[in-house]
T-cell receptor, first 117, second 110 residues
Framework: GAVVSQHPSWVICKSGTSVKIECRSL??????MFWYRQFPKQSLMLMAT?????????EQGVEKDKFLINHASLTLSTLTVTSAHPEDSSFYIC?????????????FGPGTRLTVT | EDQVTQSPEALRLQEGESSSLNCSYT??????LFWYRQDPGKGPEFLFT???AGEEKEKERLKATLTKKESFLHITAPKPEDSATYLC???????????FGKGMKLTVNP
C-alpha cells in the first residue's frame, strides 16, 4: 500500500521550454501532496505544499510563477517548471499523505530527474 | 527554529558489524519522528514513525528508538544491501510539513 508514482522518471528539455511532472497516489487518497527538490549529495528541500482544490503554499524563496503546482484531484498533483533554465536542473520528488491512515508520514514517489540544456 | 541533526554524516561498516545512527532534534510540539531510507537516484522509502519517548519499532535488521531529544536507528548485523542514505525527519504540531536532516550515508562492505 501507499504507492506514489511520478512521470516522467527523467526528462531533458531545452532552455526556455516548460516541463510538466505528474505525481499520483496509486492506492490511496491524498488531500495533501508535497514537492521537493534535491541537489546531489544534499537532503530534501521542500518547495511547496499542494492541497486538493486550493492554491499551493510555496516555501520562502521558491518562485510560484516559475514552479506552477496544480492539485486537481485526490490522487494527482502536477508541477510545471516554466521557462526552464540550466539552474533548474535537479531531482524533483513528490510525496503524499494517506489521509485514511490519520498519520503524518509522507510516502514518496521515485523522483524525476530534470536536465535543462 | 526546528532543527534536525544527523550523525555521523557517513559510516562504513563491515558486513555483520552492528552500529547505531543518531538523529537529534529540537521542535515544538513533536508530531512524529520519521525514518526513511533513500537509494541513489530514487525517492525516500518510509521505514518508521515514532510518536513518543520510549517508543521502539523494528523491521528486519533495523530498530528505531525515541527519546525526548533524539532518535537512534540501530542496525544489527548489517548486510551490503543495507547500504543507503538514511534520512530522519520530524513533524511539528500545527503543520503537515516535515523537517529533514541532511542524511547519513551508510556503506556496508562484504
Amino acid at each position: 500500500g501507499a504507492v506514489v508514482s511520478q512521470h516522467p522518471s527523467w526528462v531533458i528539455c531545452k532552455s526556455g521550454t516548460s516541463v510538466k511532472i505528474e505525481c499520483r497516489s496509486l492506492d490511496f487518497q491524498a488531500t495533501t501532496m508535497f514537492w521537493y527538490r534535491q541537489f546531489p549529495k544534499q537532503s530534501l528541500m521542500l518547495m511547496a505544499t499542494s492541497n486538493e482544490g486550493s492554491k499551493a503554499t510555496y516555501e520562502q524563496g521558491v518562485e510560484k510563477d516559475k514552479f506552477l503546482i496544480n492539485h486537481a484531484s485526490l490522487t494527482l498533483s502536477t508541477l510545471t517548471v516554466t521557462s526552464a533554465h540550466p539552474e533548474d536542473s535537479s531531482f524533483y520528488i513528490c510525496s503524499a499523505r494517506d489521509i485514511g491512515l490519520g498519520t503524518y508520514e509522507q510516502y514518496f514517489g521515485p523522483g524525476t530527474r530534470l536536465t535543462v540544456t | 527554529e526546528d532543527q534536525v541533526t544527523q550523525s555521523p554524516e557517513a559510516l562504513r561498516l563491515q558486513e555483520g558489524e552492528s552500529s547505531s545512527l543518531n538523529c537529534s532534534y529540537t521542535v515544538s510540539g513533536l508530531r512524529g519522528l520519521f525514518w526513511y531510507r533513500q537509494d541513489p537516484g530514487k525517492g525516500p522509502e518510509f521505514l518508521f514513525t515514532l510518536y513518543s519517548a520510549g517508543e521502539e519499532k523494528e523491521k528486519e535488521r533495523l530498530k528505531a528508538t525515541l527519546t525526548k531529544k533524539e532518535s537512534f536507528l540501530h542496525i544489527t548485523a548489517p548486510k551490503p544491501e543495507d547500504s543507503a542514505t538514511y534520512l530522519c525527519a520530524v513533524g511539528q504540531g500545527g503543520s503537515e510539513k516535515l523537517v529533514f536532516g541532511k542524511g547519513m550515508k551508510l556503506t556496508v562492505n562484504p
